[in-house]
């Protein structure tokens, strides 16, 4: 089974890439929704997050916005939630990849923004970088957030720059003309990683 990574900076249009992906039946490991689920109302993550930050946690979940506010407190804050998610996570990748293949899968995508910071590329075959530019990404995020062009600044600064993740990159993929395009160039991708399959 071919492993194909899924990475891009915010507002890249890599979501829109996953669910190209889905369309074709490709199975698509979102690590931002196992994150959603695991500090879910009863969630694997919710327990030791109540012992790190208790105002974090109501009701058997997480609440995220002070989950938030606690991680950016300090590097400190930050490496302990790290430590406490990025273990979860993992599991479920892996258990994503035994399902994948037990099921007889020719391909699959692991969809993770933070996919070479976690270090998550040497389980891919091939990385796909989803790629906007600066003024489409700057203008989604602050739609889809509802925030200023200078906040959605400050969201760009704190991921992997662009070009450190294009240097790393097998595959680039456009997302800044439109849906179509980019949906050729996931054809043609699939196209060609077929004549790749094991």
């Known amino acids: 089974m071919l492993v194909l990574g899924l990475?891009?900076?915010?507002?890249?249009g890599k979501s829109t890439i996953a669910r190209?992906?889905?369309?074709?039946?490709?199975p698509v490991f979102d690590a931002d929704a196992t994150v959603h689920r695991l500090q879910g109302r009863h969630g694997a993550a919710v327990a030791p997050i109540a012992t790190l930050c208790p105002q974090a946690v109501a009701d058997g979940r997480i609440r995220r916005d002070v989950l938030r506010t606690f991680a950016t407190r300090s590097p400190d804050?930050?490496?302990?939630?790290e430590a406490i998610m990025h273990p979860l996570v993992a599991q479920a990748r892996a258990q994503f990849l035994r399902t994948a293949r037990g099921r007889g899968a020719w391909l699959c995508v692991l969809d993770i923004p933070l996919l070479f910071e976690v270090g998550a590329d040497r389980d891919c075959d091939l990385v796909v970088v989803a790629h906007a530019p600066l003024a489409t990404r700057r203008r989604r995020i602050a739609v889809r957030r509802g925030v200023s062009m200078e906040a959605a600044d400050a969201l760009i600064a704190r991921q992997m720059s662009d070009r450190a993740r294009l240097a790393r990159a097998d595959i680039v993929i456009p997302t800044g003309l439109s849906r179509h395009v980019a949906a050729v160039q996931v054809a043609r991708l699939l196209d060609r990683l077929y004549k790749l399959r094991p």
């Open 7 to 12: 990475t891009g900076g915010m507002g890249a």
């Open 77 to 81: 804050a930050m490496r302990a939630l």
């Open 20 to 26: 190209l992906f889905r369309l074709r039946h490709i």
